[in-house]
């Protein structure tokens, strides 16, 4: 099995089986059209079986290739139906995407225990749900898990606090299972995508206790930006990934001065996630899908439709710089030892 992990390599997208989870709106909906442009076989899977089937018929008439299952990733039997769907109409798979959640809008106080667990039912559950299957799958054969997090898996936000507990909770268990699969040396790439504010139907779908209807704090991109980091992880070994350099500006604002961060947000957000103009969604997602088949959201300000940092992470020379640089600091430390002993 060491030689396996060794030697495998993730393929080229045309040759690839990718499932999405989520995949009837937003960004799971645009990387399953993205993919099938690019020659991927694409199973889609959410709990939403009209928008799956008007997905699947789209990606089919545009000469992509394409399958539905309505499957609900808090359970665990529903993802191993999906990976068997998988197998039966295209052999198996390569590429296990966990991307469906949900957001609650409001005071933590506010929020109603049951919601509170729903919540984690989806975001987190789901995503461990979809590993286990994955893994199942992938042991003997090599293939690539990406789980969404976001920018909140590293800087809690107010107002959406049982999400941004969610998505922590998501990256603890995405790095705790890529070490143990490391350490058996089993042939799986775990990946961890964190999306910034995108614009997707999130904020329609989210369950609501603000006055105001929710919006997205900006910069605002699109999901397309999200679908190509999610498709180039696909086909490389990329650890993590933020998507969206105005994330990363707070994520890493938050770790060197966290008080001040919390003191920002408190003053900011409030009213940044809050469009008290627009009106409120009449339906959210929480408990039962509702039904838009979008992969854009309603957000009206200026949408970004690419992120010059994200492109540049996932370069292999902005990769490969650490590790020149750790050549340099080796070759130079070299040096002086070798003159200092003349």
């Known amino acids: ?55 699947v018929e789209e990606i089919d008439a545009r000469g992509g290739r394409a399958t539905h299952v309505v499957a609900d990733v808090a359970v665990p039997e529903e993802m191993d139906r999906v990976a068997n769907v998988a197998i039966r ?12 959640g949900i957001s609650i809008y409001g005071k933590l106080i506010d929020v109603p225990m049951e919601d509170k667990k729903r919540l984690f039912d989806t975001n987190f559950w789901g995503v461990v749900n979809g590993c286990r299957t994955a893994v199942r799958y992938f042991a003997g054969r090599g293939g690539t898990i990406i789980n969404i997090g976001s920018v909140v898996s590293d800087r809690a936000i107010p107002l959406q606090g049982m999400y941004s507990a969610s998505k922590h909770a998501v990256r603890g268990y995405t790095d705790a299972l890529r070490m143990e699969l490391e350490h058996d040396s089993l042939p799986i790439t775990v990946t961890l995508v964190k999306p910034a504010s995108i614009n997707t139907p999130f904020i329609d779908h989210a369950r609501n206790y603000m006055a105001g209807a929710p919006t997205f704090p900006p910069p605002v991109y699109a999901p397309e930006v999200v679908a190509r980091a999610i498709l180039k992880c696909a086909e490389r070994r990329i650890r993590e990934i933020t998507v969206g350099g105005g994330g990363r500006m707070m994520t890493a604002f938050g770790r060197l001065a966290p008080r001040t961060t919390d003191a920002v947000m408190e003053r900011t957000f409030f009213d940044s996630q809050q469009d008290k103009t627009r009106p409120m969604p009449p339906l959210d997602s929480l408990y039962r899908p509702t039904r838009d088949g979008q992969a854009s959201g309603p957000y009206d300000g200026h949408v970004m439709q690419s992120s010059l940092y994200t492109r540049a992470m996932m ?27 003349r």
């Open 89 to 100: 109409e295209f052999g198996g798979f390569d590429t296990w995407v966990n991307n469906a």
């Open 315 to 341: 370069s292999d020379v902005t990769r490969a710089l650490p590790f020149i640089a750790a050549g340099a600091i080796l070759v130079g430390m070299t040096r002086w030892k070798t003159e200092g002993a």
């Open 1 to 55: 099995m060491a030689l396996l992990s060794r030697g495998w390599k993730p393929k080229r997208l045309g040759d690839q089986v990718i499932v999405i989870t989520g995949a009837s709106s937003g960004i799971g909906l645009a990387t399953a059209r993205m993919a099938a442009r690019r020659g991927a076989r694409v199973v889609l899977t959410s709990r939403n079986e009209r928008d799956l089937r008007v997905a």
